[in-house]
Structures are given as C-alpha cells and as structure tokens.
C-alpha cells in the first residue's frame, strides 16, 4: 500500500514532471541559436538556426560546406556549453551534426584504512544532433540528450550503495519545408520524444551483502508533437507566418509498484509573426504568442489534480545593416500577465486556485551586432546594453547600487559580451 506521503509527493512530482518535459520539448529548445535571434526575440535568423532544422535545412545551401562554433550558446543547458556544428550537401543530399554541451570530470576518493572508496560524476550536460535532407525536402532529425549532475557509487565496509540521477532523452522528428494545402505554403513537422527522469531525481541501490534495497524516484516521459509555419505572405516586403502545432506528453514514475499515479498534458502553442522590410537597411518585426496547455495528474485511487494554463506574449524586434560589414541587432520581449488555474480533488473533495496577477508582466531587453567581414564568415554577437540599461522588470523599485555610476558602466561595456563564429564555403 502506498503512504499518504508518497501519494502528496508523487502528485507534486506528476505536475513537475509534465512542466519539465514541456520545457525539453518546446520551451527549452536544444537546438542551435545564433546571437542574432537571441538579440532580435526570434524575429530574424541566419544559417545557424536553420542547418539543423528539419524544415529550414534547404535554405542554408553550403556549396562545399557550413561550420559553426560558439560558447555558451544553448539555453536549453544549465552549464556552459561548447558548440560545434558542421554541414554539408552531397548532390542531392544533406547532412548536419551538432554538439552542444560540457563533459563533467570523474572523481574517485578512495581510504583504505576506513575501508570507503566513493566514485563521484561530475556535472555532465550535451545534446548530440544529426539531421539528414533529403532532395525532395524532407528532413529527418535525431537528438540525444544526456546529463549527470552528481551520480555516485559508495562502497563502506562490504556495503555497497549506487545513485544514479542521470537524465537522457531521444528525439525522433521529420518535416518539409514546404507543402501546398488550399493555396497555403506550409512547412509540417511532427516529433516524438521519450525522456528518462526529466526531473533530475535519484534510482538508490543499496547493497548489503545481505540483502538489497531499492528506492526509484524517477519518472519517465513519452510525448508526441505535431504543427507547421503557415506562410501567410503577401509582398516580398512584408513576410507573415502563422506558427500552429498540438502537443502530448504522458509521464509515469519509473518505480512499477507506484500503481495509479500518471501525469499528461495536452499543450496548443500558437504564433503569429510579421516582418517588414522597410528599407535596404532595415527590418522590423512583431511576434504574438499565446501557449495554452491542459495538465491531467493521478496519484493513487483518490487524488486527482487538473491545471490549466494561458500564457501569451509579444515582442518586438529590429536589424539595420549598417552595409559597413556590421549589423545591428536589437529586441523587446513584454511577458503579459498569464492565466493559472489548478483543481485539485482528494477523496471526492476539491479545492481550487486562480491567478492572473499583474505582477507577472515583464520587460525583457536583447541587443548584439552581427560582424560580417566576408561574405563566408560571421562573428555573430549578444551585447546585452539594453538590458543593463533598462533592466528586466517593468517595477519602479531601484536599489541603490544601480546609481553608481562605474557599476554602470561596468555593465554596459563587459558584462553579458558573447560571440559565435559561423563559416560558409
């Protein structure tokens, strides 16, 4: 029989579980990302976000072929990332790799007279990519997803205890980059995605020589997504796209004698974006986003727990080539107030909570420049001025170390200064 306390714990850990799979699947994306979409909210690209996209691959068009390198480009990793990536076409085909991440050390502590020998995983996070393009436009994409954040092995005595708080993920996905439906040009994508402890938990194994005990607090996730970019262009000066997709993921405590406890959620992103080419030099662009998803958690026989949430936003973005090797690059990113609703039902009773607080909205500042001296090589930049000039809230509560003036102009001139490099022969 399962404890109350378990029961509580695995429905907290249900509605985590979901949250964290929406975040490895869409929100956080473990794709590439140049300097210039992070600089602009999204609105404008380059090669960089496009050579590993199963629907973008066809527009990178390497004649020999396309490199990539960049630190810390990867929101979807918690450390320090190292990024590579390469591309190349052979005639009718296409090949892209990509790695992203930070290989942790192996330490190994070891006292013979106490008799204890501890072996420690370092942190370890990557993604690893390959995509496959095929003449006719479609793209097939396979990602691998792993990270270690402190698994050990202890050995005391004759007793032996393993924990393991390793998470990995697989992605499977495949898109075109243009379909006609009804006088519509689409771009279809479908993926799916299993995750293994998505939410960083540990699987114990003690070993006395005696006897062995288990305790899993991991869960596992499977989730499908499917959704094209309609292109609603009209003029070559203005580009309209309407981004629509539908997504499912199902989580479960990997422990089996956990009976009757589930989480699901049914997630329906939409996006509308419009650029305009004003002049040569420059482009402006909106994005509209709304993220609506339906959560559905199980624990045990009587706990049922029901959430639902509304959460929109706009940005705005800008880039005017300066035709001097140099583009500028800025965005505003404005978080409107979201909509949460959570029911939750314990033995026939239920409680519920609303919020929709102003207090959510926030301002989000982005800034760079795009360094181009040859046509083949890119030194794509986030110089994050705007940011530390403007701040990220939309509060008037200023402390007092934000009038030094020297802090400042620390801020504004070293502070949150990255690159990544970008070659196409």
Known sequence: MISIKKIISTTAIAVLSVSLFAQVTSDLDIAPSSKTAESTQGLFDTDVDNFMSVTSWSTVKPEKFFGYFGIGN????????YDFGFAKQFSKCYWGTYFSGNLGPVTTTKNTAAKTETTTNGSTEFVFSNLFGLGNGAGIGVDFYYADKDSKKEVIDDAKTDTDKRIWALQLSAGLNEYTFKKFNLAPYAKVIYVMNPNGDSKVVTDTGATTDTNDDRWWALGLEAGADVDLSKSEAVAQTLSLAAGFAFAKPADSEIKDTNSSALSLPVSYKVVYKATEKLGVGVLFKADTTMSFGKSGEDVNTFGFDFVPAISTGVTFDTQKKVILNAGVGFAIPAFKYNKRTVDGDSNSTYNWNGS???????????????????????????NNLFGTDTTTDVTEGNY????????????????AVSVKF
């Open 404 to 419: 030094n003036f020297w802090n400042t102009v620390n801020n504004v001139l070293v502070h949150k200064f990255t690159f």
């Open 74 to 81: 990867t929101p979807a990793l918690d450390l320090t990332s």
């Open 360 to 386: 959510d909205a926030s301002l989000n500042f982005t800034s760079g420049f795009n360094f181009v001296p040859t046509k083949n090589i890119s030194v794509d930049c986030s110089w994050q001025i705007l």
